[in-house]
């Protein structure tokens, strides 16, 4: 049993415009902050980067990490205007503070890092 909770994925795979309302509505609630990786089975790019987001969802507990494929969603990625795949949203509030577009794994790394670093203590400690 423990093996697969280590090899549980942190990462949320949005499946409607539904599913992403109430996950930025709960982050809201609980003034937790958000990553998503806009994504796209066809993109090799985006599917590159799919081990680099579930690391940092695995080293980032206190942030909220979505995962929205372009396809399935069109409405979620229409309203967050990712013309681009991959496309990284760093969101707090319901408010975008951040999009990183393509698949660059340190710039990646580099902005959820000082992301996280962003959080206040008290936030991080009550998730």
């Known amino acids: 049993m ?20 109430f996950y930025i509505s ?4 609980q003034t937790r902050p ?15 980067m799919n081990p680099v ?7 980032h507990p206190d942030i909220l990490f ?7 969603v069109k409405e979620v990625a229409a309203k967050m205007e990712v013309k681009a795949m991959p496309t990284f949203v760093l ?9 990183i577009v393509g698949a660059n794994p340190e710039e990646i790394r580099k902005r959820i890092d000082s992301f996280a670093q962003s ?5 991080a400690e009550s998730l």
């Open 91 to 99: 969101m707090k509030d319901r408010a975008q503070v951040a999009k």
């Open 53 to 59: 987001f579930e690391d940092l969802a695995s080293a």
């Open 26 to 29: 709960q982050a809201t609630t």
């Open 119 to 123: 959080i206040p203590a008290n936030i």
């Open 34 to 48: 958000i990553a998503v990786h806009f994504t796209s089975s066809w993109c090799m790019p985006s599917v590159a």
């Open 2 to 21: 423990e093996s697969e909770a280590t090899n549980k994925s942190r990462v949320v795979m949005v499946e409607s415009e539904e599913s992403w309302d």
């Open 66 to 72: 979505l995962t929205v494929d372009v396809d399935a």
